[in-house]
């Protein structure tokens, strides 16, 4: 039987956080020697010039149903789709919502089943990469609940998709869930991460943590994007994500801190400045107060 890595302090490995991997190729890590069509992909989804992502994950409904600030998509999300670097949804609110003439790269969720009222990891692939190419998406993704439940079922819902995502030239974003019992600490984001990137995935969205985030970064061999995850005040989610870009992730993919927010348009740009222009937390926020107070005076005209 394989025996377990011996447990040490993160602080006796070696990750060599400061010294980034090497991208021969292409701008993202671990992708130089990807197919053209896969690059291209990748390449509308992350900004060239910066290497980062802005996605903007609306998909929350697949599970949890009309989820606050996601009620009416077509009234309330659909005039921030502009101002994201990339979409993250299902086909359902693709065909129905997103205007064909968007030409924002889509990531398009494909996995699902279990409602909030069962066991999350207990997901199938739903979507067949036929109906990803009709669709034009950019990349498709799915949850990967390491520790989970159905752990094994998930890793090979990704392997799946990833396979079906080579023969398309698509790549697959693999998620890693949490769920309501795993913990969210560099440890277990490392292990989840990197068990992704080894089994094929091209980018992996995982959350932030307070402490070692730059392990996490680091040891994946693919870029990360950090999860927006709960709904916090403006300024501690600026500052989460102005860390988590500083140690090494390629971008963020934030839902409920945007659409939840009290100035959704005017969160959308802040966190921009932060992954695109290296803002610092208090300046970004100094920014979404000043847009957030313009949108308030052009309603009050308006009204």
Not at 13 to 29: C, R, S
Request: overall charge positive; aromatic content about 6%.
């Amino acid at each position: 039987m394989p025996e377990a890595d011996t447990p040490k302090p993160a602080k006796e490995k070696n990750y060599f956080e400061h010294i980034p991997m090497a991208t021969p190729g292409f701008f993202l890590k671990g992708a130089g020697s990807l197919d053209w069509g896969m690059k291209n992909r990748l390449a509308r989804i992350f900004n060239p010039a910066s290497g980062r992502t802005l996605m903007l994950a609306i998909d929350h409904g697949y599970f949890q149903g009309p989820t606050t600030g996601l009620e009416r998509i077509d009234l309330n999300i659909v005039p921030l789709m502009p101002m994201a670097d990339a979409l993250m949804l299902t086909r359902g609110i693709l065909r129905t919502t997103v205007p064909p003439s968007l030409t924002k790269p889509i990531v398009l969720r494909c996995s699902g089943g279990p409602s909030i009222l069962k066991e999350l990891s207990d997901e199938e692939l739903v979507v067949d990469i036929e109906d990803a190419i009709r669709l034009n998406v950019a990349a498709v993704t799915l949850q990967v609940f390491i520790g989970g439940e159905f752990e094994t079922r998930s890793v090979h819902n990704m392997t799946r998709l990833v396979d079906m995502g080579l023969r398309a030239g698509i790549p697959t974003m693999a998620v890693t869930a949490v769920g309501k019992t795993l913990t969210r600490d560099a440890q277990y984001l490392r292990l989840a991460c990197r068990i992704c990137a080894e089994l094929g995935a091209q980018f992996v969205k995982t959350y932030f943590c307070e402490e070692g985030f730059e392990t996490v970064t680091a040891s994946c061999p693919v870029p990360v994007v950090m999860a927006g995850g709960k709904k916090l005040p403006e300024l501690d989610a600026l500052t989460m994500a102005y860390n988590a870009i500083q140690q090494g992730a390629a971008g963020v993919d934030m839902g409920r801190n945007i659409f939840q927010s009290a100035a959704p348009a005017a969160m959308m740009q802040a966190v921009a400045k932060v992954v695109h222009e290296n803002a610092k937390p208090k300046e970004a926020f100094a920014f979404y107060e000043s847009l957030k107070n313009q949108g308030a005076k052009k309603s009050k005209r308006n009204g």
